[in-house]
């Protein structure tokens, strides 16, 4: 359920620079969902004080390592006060929640880079290192190709007054949804038939296929190991 209060913090992509990224390949073929082991998935996703600050950037990188961890049998300890200095570092400001609160969010791509180029520190244990491609958006298909594929999906989305609203439900596409709200970003780790299982703001939601390719910006499969990034 969306919570009372909210945080947003997905900076405008840069097309030419989305379009350079390397695209995911589809698989030869992804099973048809439900998608049963990730469905028996139990977790809660990591919130990374994205209810007041705009740190939903960093929140899905983490929610994103998580998956691709559980889907492999355990899960990744987090220290927030390592989620937020990669916050600090990318932005850059210091890493003060006074100093975050007051930046308006993170470019996606900066953040990913970042992650591939020195790690992706999250606390308490050797530095994770995506690597990352970029989804064909107006596709749903592909989408859950990624998911099936790469164990996630770095989604970026606009959202709707009415997407941010208490108990909001994340259905159909932009008719009566209000004005823009924002952009926000979010782990995409599971799929259905017709819609999505999604991670956010401390939470798992649940977005159709509307809902989604009305808002969807940039999309990223990522995988992710353990080791010492690139020089």
């Not at 840069?14 to 030869?28: K, W």
């Not at 927030?80 to 930046?103: G, K, N, R, V």
Request: glycine content about 10%; hydrophobic content about 50%.
């Amino acid at each position: 359920m969306i919570p009372a209060i909210v945080a947003l913090g997905r900076r405008p992509h840069d097309a030419a620079r989305v379009a350079a990224v390397q695209p995911h390949r589809m698989s030869a073929e992804a099973p048809a969902p439900p998608d049963l082991p990730r469905a028996g998935l139990v977790w809660v996703p990591t919130l990374c004080e994205n209810l007041t600050l705009p740190t939903c950037i960093v929140a899905a990188l983490t929610n994103s390592a998580r998956v691709w961890a559980l889907l492999k049998g355990f899960d990744l300890p987090v220290a927030e006060p390592s989620l937020l200095a990669f916050y600090a570092a990318t932005c850059p400001c210091t890493d003060s929640m006074a100093a975050i609160a007051a930046t308006d969010g993170l470019i996606f791509l900066d953040a990913l880079e970042r992650a591939a180029s020195q790690g992706f520190d999250i606390g308490l244990q050797a530095p994770l290192v995506p690597e990352f491609r970029a989804i064909d958006i107006s596709d749903a298909g592909a989408i859950r190709d990624a998911i099936y594929a790469a164990g996630s999906a770095l989604v970026g989305v606009t959202l709707r007054q009415a997407d941010v609203q208490p108990g909001a439900a994340w259905r159909g596409g932009l008719d009566g949804a209000g004005a823009e709200a924002g952009g926000h970003a979010i782990c995409g780790w599971r799929y259905g038939r017709a819609d999505f299982g999604l991670a956010t703001w401390g939470d798992t939601e649940e977005a159709d296929d509307a809902w989604l390719l009305s808002r969807i910006s940039e999309a990223y499969a990522v995988r992710w190991t353990m080791g010492v990034a690139a020089p």
